[in-house]
């Protein structure tokens, strides 16, 4: 089982910063097969980035994604209050598809 | 627009079976991987499962000897199954489509999920 970790834990910004998320593999995540998800509180999360690097539908292009191998990026280029979510990544190139545990995102 | 929603008891007692529905509006399921995701304090986003279209069904290992996620095409609904239920099974059960791609004339899909249901709370208690 492929493990996710993320960093940092919580990320504390002001509206217009930019926003930097890491998501570390325990090995080589296949194809860069990797997601990003934003998930507000009480909601389901929502998917943002996909092959590592491919903004969803409708996703803005203040958010993306790179990375390749072990290591991935999220980027928020400028935070607004509508961003403040935990971020997940998922490595789905590997069964069992895993998720890593969140990095929250406050505003400072 | 495709919509999910999830549907079942939300209260489960220990050693029971939970069972949970999915129902696709706004499509078809005759195409994509279908999955389940639960979400628990404890650990977090965990995938469950998926089915897809054809039949094809691929579990996680850690739960693989209770799981069972099926479909129904003609309802257009995808079930989850979970036998043998105790307190660490409480969560919230999210079902979702994986993703997919036109490419060269030919639809391509993943496992990455761009639709998912709002979600339901099961609790596992006596």
């Known amino acids: 089982e492929i493990g996710l970790t993320q960093s940092p834990g919580t990320l504390s910004l002001s509206p217009g910063e930019r926003a930097t998320l890491s998501c570390r593999a325990s090995q080589s995540v296949s194809s860069s097969d990797l997601a990003w998800y934003q998930q507000k509180p009480g909601q389901a999360p929502r998917l943002l980035i996909y092959?590592?690097?491919n903004r969803a539908t409708g996703i803005s292009d203040r958010f993306s994604g790179s990375g390749s191998g072990t290591d991935f990026t999220l980027t928020i280029s400028r935070l607004e209050p509508e961003d403040l979510a935990v971020y997940y990544c998922?490595?789905?190139?590997?069964?069992?598809?895993?998720f890593g545990p969140g990095t929250k995102v406050d505003l400072k | 627009q495709v919509q999910l929603q999830e549907s079942g008891p939300g209260l489960v007692k220990p050693s029971e079976t939970l069972s949970l529905t999915c129902t696709v509006y706004?499509?078809?399921?005759?195409?994509?991987?279908w999955s389940w995701i639960r979400q628990s304090p404890g650990k977090g986003l965990e995938w469950i499962g998926y089915m897809y279209y054809s039949g094809s069904a691929n579990y996680n290992p850690s739960l693989k000897s209770r799981v069972t996620i099926s479909l129904d095409t003609s309802k257009t609904q995808f079930s989850l199954t979970l036998t043998s239920v105790t307190a660490a099974d409480t969560a919230v059960y999210y079902c979702?489509?994986?993703?997919?791609?036109?490419?060269?004339?030919?639809?391509?899909?993943?496992?990455?999920?761009?639709?998912w249901g709002k979600g339901t709370t099961v609790t596992v208690s006596s």
């Open positions: 706004g499509g078809s399921i005759s195409s994509s991987y």
């Open positions: 979702a489509r994986g993703g997919s791609r036109w490419y060269e004339g030919r639809f391509y899909y993943f496992f990455y999920m761009d639709v």
């Open positions: 998922q490595q789905y190139g590997t069964s069992p598809f895993t």
């Open positions: 092959g590592a690097s």
